[in-house]
């Protein structure tokens, strides 16, 4: 399950969008405050959108814990630089570093559901938009 979530992971950090299919069910789900959804179809956007905002975006995997019954817990850490237009907004030149925590479940092989927690408030105040 650790390949699973490192590959995931990856994927934020190389804008590999085109990948999410290979790490989730075909009918998963998303969900976080500001979007929900098919995974696949939601996380396209955000692995993009989050590109194009912050083109020196990166995701660290700060521990990530399993429990007996299959569900994975994966505490995160982003950083980077807003250089591109962010929800409406023009670019403010200032770096983030937000943590987060993922609730994961998994079918066989793949991603099952994301249930994603971060403080979208701190987020916006780091760029200034609060």
Same mark, same amino acid.
């Given at each position: 399950?650790?390949? *699973?979530? &490192?590959?995931?992971?990856?994927?934020?950090?190389? /804008?590999?969008?085109?990948? *999410?299919? &290979?790490?989730? @069910?075909? !009918?998963?789900?998303?969900?976080?405050?500001? $979007?929900?959804?098919?995974?696949?179809?939601?996380?396209?956007?955000?692995?993009?959108?989050?590109?194009?905002?912050?083109?020196?975006?990166?995701?660290?995997?700060? $521990?990530? @814990?399993? /429990?007996?019954?299959? $569900?994975?817990? *994966?505490?995160?850490?982003? @950083?980077?630089?807003? @250089?591109?237009?962010?929800?409406? /907004?023009?670019?403010? =030149?200032?770096?983030?570093?937000?943590?987060?925590? !993922?609730?994961?479940?998994?079918?066989? /092989?793949?991603?099952?559901?994301?249930?994603?927690?971060? !403080?979208? =408030?701190?987020?916006? $105040?780091?760029?200034? *938009?609060?």
């Amino acid at each position: 399950m650790k390949e *699973l979530i &490192e590959h995931y992971v990856s994927i934020w950090n190389r /804008n590999g969008a085109s990948e *999410l299919e &290979e790490v989730f @069910t075909e !009918d998963s789900k998303y969900w976080d405050s500001v $979007q929900s959804g098919n995974a696949i179809e939601v996380l396209s956007g955000a692995v993009a959108g989050t590109y194009e905002s912050f083109p020196d975006v990166k995701f660290e995997i700060t $521990q990530l @814990t399993v /429990n007996p019954d299959g $569900q994975l817990f *994966l505490e995160w850490k982003m @950083t980077g630089t807003n @250089t591109g237009e962010f929800f409406g /907004n023009p670019p403010t =030149g200032r770096s983030v570093e937000i943590k987060g925590l !993922d609730a994961i479940s998994v079918e066989g /092989n793949k991603i099952r559901e994301i249930r994603s927690f971060y !403080d979208t =408030g701190l987020f916006n $105040q780091q760029l200034g *938009l609060q």
